[in-house]
């Protein structure tokens, strides 16, 4: 089932939902991977690409907090890590699967395990940073240009 955006997964309306919004297309393209030859090759590969993206988003986000005084950032930063920490372990589980049967398990249990964590995460955490959007809008908007600088250097 993939995840489809809503408003009241809305923190900033910039750089935070942007890189959620982004986060979202990743878990939606882990789950159309289709079973076959070089699914789990493409199920490593998006597993990689989250991983790599979360963490650069991680760190955006936990410096918006920082600069704010966040009261539970140090909370949220540990969350984190905890994600990254299982993404890795899925990838190493991954490249142990050896039969189509246990592929479709690690696929159908992963794909849960991302959509779940994703949106309990931004509804039960995330949202908790909406009273400090506009103290954290100046810094923002260098991150939102971050953004901009990085589609144009990929487009």
Same mark, same amino acid.
């Not at 597993?47 to 991680?58: C, D, R, S, T």
């Not at 246990?102 to 249990?109: G, I, N, S």
């Given at each position: 089932m993939t995840i489809q955006w809503r408003e009241e997964l809305s923190i900033d309306r910039g750089p935070i939902d942007q890189d959620h919004h982004t986060? !979202?297309?990743? !878990?939606?393209?882990?789950?159309? !991977?289709e079973a076959g030859q070089k699914s789990a090759a493409k199920l490593a590969a998006v597993l990689a690409k989250l991983e790599q993206y979360g963490?650069?988003?991680?760190?955006?986000?936990?410096?918006?907090?920082?600069?704010?005084?966040?009261?539970d950032a140090a909370s949220h930063h540990q969350q984190h890590r905890i994600l990254l920490h299982s993404l890795a372990g899925?990838?190493?589980?991954?490249?142990?699967?050896?039969?189509?049967?246990?592929?479709?398990?690690?696929?159908?249990h992963?794909?849960?395990?991302?959509?779940?964590?994703?949106?309990?995460?931004i509804m039960q955490n995330d949202l908790l940073m909406?009273?400090?959007?506009?103290?954290?809008?100046?810094?923002?908007?260098? !991150?939102?240009?971050?953004?901009?600088?990085?589609?144009?250097m990929a487009g």
């Amino acid at each position: 089932m993939t995840i489809q955006w809503r408003e009241e997964l809305s923190i900033d309306r910039g750089p935070i939902d942007q890189d959620h919004h982004t986060l !979202i297309a990743i !878990i939606n393209s882990f789950e159309t !991977i289709e079973a076959g030859q070089k699914s789990a090759a493409k199920l490593a590969a998006v597993l990689a690409k989250l991983e790599q993206y979360g963490h650069a988003h991680f760190e955006r986000e936990e410096k918006l907090q920082r600069m704010v005084g966040f009261p539970d950032a140090a909370s949220h930063h540990q969350q984190h890590r905890i994600l990254l920490h299982s993404l890795a372990g899925a990838r190493a589980e991954l490249a142990a699967v050896t039969s189509d049967e246990d592929l479709a398990t690690f696929r159908a249990h992963m794909s849960g395990f991302l959509h779940d964590w994703l949106l309990d995460h931004i509804m039960q955490n995330d949202l908790l940073m909406k009273p400090f959007v506009r103290a954290m809008a100046p810094q923002a908007a260098l !991150i939102a240009n971050l953004h901009a600088a990085v589609r144009a250097m990929a487009g």
